[in-house]
């Protein structure tokens, strides 16, 4: 309300317009426009004590009061419950509001009056949280820069343990994590542990600029670890990072990592801890403690807020939690295996000299391609030696190769007939293992799909009635030769007139000398 005491008081110890606008906060036409009205009606200064502003002010513009009867009054409580909600805002609901008073006969306030009379009564009601973060709608993150102590039982020796602070930026209200290290993974977790605690998941979600949440955060681009972002994706939240040197981006965070270095960090700076499970129960009772502590400025805590104003805001939880990724990349080397650092997987074999992206959980390798999954795994625990191969991914000779067995090689020459069952029997079996000779029964085979079955059989035939230990050798010699084409006739060695002797007959000059040769 305009000052019009102090507009008349001014005036008559003869201070300009100028001078009398600036102490009273009013333009000057308003001081003017008083000082006119003033004079009509012959008001001047001194007044007595009676005569309030308010009165001046009915004196002045009698139909003013008479306006603002006409005008419907906002239902200040149902437009703090409206805007909560998501995507309701002040301009949604003073077109409501006019709605309803062209409605109800009456005139609507401006929108410019309706907001600053909501601001108003906000502020005198303690309400502000809501102006300025709905409920359910950001999840701020940080790591405190103080640490907690563990000692070692043995040596004595500390390591430092480090403090996760996750808080919901309506209702304050936190999570506290003590944990080993900052890396990825457990980063990760401990966004999983906090939306486990909170019941729910946020909208938005709004980390610092480490290196396990932000690879890039520039005017122009914005890039997000690939594990991270997939975690956001599970949970149906948007990461929105603050910028460099601006920690009043998330100015919850900051404030619950200075209050929760305070009344965790600080209360527990005496405590001797010996394991990191000694310290973790140790803080989950103080960040109870810290959640139910008073506010200052207003009523209930940080529970009691989450709880009343928060809570059925937050987006449900999926079905099942998220079980954090390693994200790598690799070069499929000839052997088409992929490692995980301990173990080798086997991926298609037509990916050769292709870069592909591994992922890595507790329980699956998981490889994928242009985005694609090409292969998965169940994660071996112990490393072994031997690698898990799968038999769709190899080459189709590799696969003929480990389908090789006795019984197959045996199954195999008993379709295309006696001799060369008898050939394979010799192959397997005239050796101490089978596996000796395995190479001849792969030459056999290869040898019957250049030169067909019927030739494989003649061959063996005709070999076996020379020999009872044939060779891979001398059936590919027949082959050649076109032996196995020959007639019955030309089986066996073809005999002559002349009987050749067999004996060994020595010359003359053996037995020169009289002697006899040795």
């Known amino acids: 309300m305009v000052d019009y005491r102090e507009i008349l008081r001014l005036k008559s110890l003869g201070y300009t317009m100028k001078d009398i606008a600036s102490s009273v906060h009013s333009s000057r036409n308003t001081v003017s426009e008083v000082l ?76 410019t009056q309706f907001n600053d009379n909501y601001r108003k009564w906000a502020r005198i009601t303690k309400a502000t949280m809501r102006i300025q973060h709905k409920p359910g709608d950001e999840m701020e993150v940080d790591w405190a820069g103080a640490t907690i102590d563990i000692f070692d039982e043995v ?94 981006d998330k100015p919850n965070a900051e404030g619950s990592v200075k209050f929760a270095t305070t009344w965790i960090l600080a209360a527990l700076r005496n405590y001797h801890f010996f394991s990191i499970e000694e310290a973790k129960a140790a803080v989950s009772e103080k960040l109870e403690e810290l959640n139910l502590r008073s506010f200052k400025k207003r009523l209930g805590n940080r529970c009691s807020a989450f709880m009343n104003e928060e809570r059925e805001f937050l987006q449900p939880l999926p079905k099942a939690p998220y079980e954090p990724a390693v994200w ?67 080459p189709l000779n590799h696969q003929k190769y480990l389908s090789y067995n006795p019984n197959e090689f045996i199954n195999w020459a008993d379709n295309i007939g006696a001799s060369t069952l008898k050939t394979m029997n010799h192959f397997l079996y005239s050796e101490k293992e089978p596996e000796q000779g395995y190479k001849y029964c792969i030459g056999l085979m290869k040898a019957a799909e250049k030169y067909g079955n019927n ?3 003649k061959a063996c035939e005709r070999l076996l009635t020379v020999t009872v230990q044939p060779s891979l050798r001398s059936i590919i010699t027949i082959l050649k030769n076109g032996q196995d084409k020959l007639g019955a006739d030309s089986k066996g060695t073809k005999q002559t007139g002349k009987k050749r002797s067999n004996g060994i007959t020595r010359g003359l000059s053996a037995y020169r000398n009289g002697g006899d040769a040795e």
């Not at 409605?103 to 929108?111: F, I, L, Q, T, V």
């Not at 997939?230 to 910028?243: G, K, L, S, W």
């Not at 997987?345 to 390798?365: C, H, K, N, W």
């Open 36 to 111: 006119t009205l003033a004079g009509n009606l012959h008001v001047c200064w001194p007044l007595d004590d009676d005569v309030t502003n308010a009165s001046l002010e009915a004196m002045f513009y009698p139909g003013r009061n008479k306006s603002d009867e006409e005008r419907l009054i906002p239902d200040y409580p149902k437009i703090h419950k409206e805007l909560a909600k998501k995507g309701v805002t002040l301009t949604l609901l003073w077109t409501e509001y006019c709605l309803e008073a062209s409605a109800a006969g009456k005139k609507p306030y401006m929108s």
């Open 155 to 248: 040596t004595g020796i500390a390591t430092p343990a480090y403090l996760f602070v996750a808080v919901l930026s309506c209702s304050c209200y936190v999570y506290a994590e003590i944990c080993p290290n900052m890396k990825s993974d457990t980063f990760i977790n401990c966004h999983v542990h906090a939306y486990t605690y909170f019941g729910g998941s946020t909208r938005l979600l709004v980390p610092d600029n480490l290196k396990a949440g932000v690879t890039k955060n520039t005017r122009y681009d914005t890039l997000i670890p690939k594990a991270y972002k997939e975690m956001a994706d599970h949970y149906n939240t948007a990461i929105v990072p603050a910028r460099v040197k601006h920690p009043d």
């Open 328 to 394: 790598s990349t690799a070069k499929v080397q000839n052997d088409y295996l992929i490692s995980d650092g301990i173990n080798k997987y086997s991926v298609p074999f037509d990916l050769i000299g292709e870069q592909v992206g591994i992922r890595l959980t507790s329980a699956m390798v998981e490889v994928f391609y242009h985005g694609g999954r090409v292969a998965s795994h169940v994660r071996r625990a112990n490393p072994q030696r031997d690698p898990i191969c799968m038999k769709e991914h190899m």
């Open 455 to 457: 030739r494989i059989e």
